[in-house]
């Protein structure tokens, strides 16, 4: 979530009872204008077709994820860089039509790229025994909208930080393409304040490009949270509920992105064949976790001799997988395949689960449910330093003095033994004999979409 300020704003908060939130396309009633009276009576006497966020509601029911859901990243502004006049942008995105699968490809490389050295640097600030979980794929959502309002150095940054190659035109279509999925939602909101003067531009890009809804951010900051986390935890099944404590008074704008991931396995895990079986810690005493298992589950497997470790891809549908990388034996720590994990390392341990075969297998995989939260601005901050804290975003508002303070983001992922038992389970192809691959130590894992691009990115140290 990405939250806006902006400072010396002398102009007084206009309230309503009712919050809307509105389309960009409606740019003839979008501002309220707070420095002038005529031009509030003229919009209180206009028709808009704005939906104001209701203040009471801050709850919705939702069904219910299978495997897993994530929430994406806020940031506020808090900090004033010096004043700057905003250039003239360019806007190569123009120039795209329909993404090509070469587009897809660079997108996918970008995002793994994004993910390992994102999660390199998130772990550094980690417990070794913690468990860890984000969406790469949601950050960089939030972060691409973010770039529609950015010129200059601070494009080329993000382009760099995001791994874009220079002047990707089709970046936020890709984008937008691999968002549409039966087992993928993604929702992207502006929260404002009536007195920030939102560029019209920006406005359209945002709309066109990420289908962002525009809502009026409440005067009242406790009401202001309530409506935030009331969207968040709508748009990402209940799952979560609670994204920020608080809310930054001078906050001028909210930006926000979530994801809400639901898939099923192609081949069921039988509920009664969910056990109690052992798990091992490093530097603790074994805990007994439940464990899916099953004597010929169908698993792409292989093991790679420079990670030292077990690598298997289960299947879900709607092109999903699960890809779970576990140390060979209990005597290497999780920590050391981290140190070698690399970008490429990674995108050929991908590759190479695309060629295989699936056989049955002896399986064993715990249960769990990983729940965590990251200081963008300071992750963020170690792999480009400063970025947070001078970035010209003059496109988002022509107004002065607009930076970012805080960038937030909170991801979940839970595994389970739900599925469907349909044709598809037989239409894989099985060898005649069994493979073992039991996850009974930490281990990392991905949920990725066509075997390329990874959603969600993470590590589990104890299942409990």
Known sequence: MGAFNKENAGEKSITTDEGKERHPEEEDTAHVNAAT???????????????????????????????????????????????????????PWATCTNPTPEDDTKLAEALTEFAVEFYKAAIQNEKRASNFVFSPFSISVMLSNLMLGTCGETTDRLEKLLFYPKGFACVHKALKALSKSEALTSANAIFYQPEFNLDSEFRNLTWEFYQTKMSLLSNNSNQAVLDINAWVSKHTGNKIKKLLEDLEPDAQMVLLNAIYFQAKWKTLFKLKNTKEEEFYRPGLPPIKVPMLTSKKYPVASFFDPYLQAKVGRFQMFHNMSLVIIVPRSLSQSLSEVEERLSADVFKSVMAKLESIHFKPTIVSLPKFKVDSSQDLTEIIGRMDYGFFFDANLCGISPDKDLAISS????????????????????????ARSANFFEVQQPFLFAVSRDGKAPLFLGRITDPQ
Do not use: F, M, W
């Open 37 to 91: 009276n005529e031009r509030q009576e003229e919009e209180k006497g206009e028709k808009e077709e704005i939906a104001y966020v209701n203040d009471t509601s801050t709850e919705e029911e939702v069904e219910k994820p299978v495997i897993a859901s994530t929430q994406a990243d806020p940031t506020t502004i808090l900090t004033t860089p010096a004043a700057t006049t905003c250039p003239p942008r360019s806007n």
């Open 407 to 430: 960038a937030q983001h909170k991801a979940v992922v839970q595994i389970s033994e739900e599925g469907v038992e349909a044709a598809a389970a037989t239409s894989v192809s099985l």
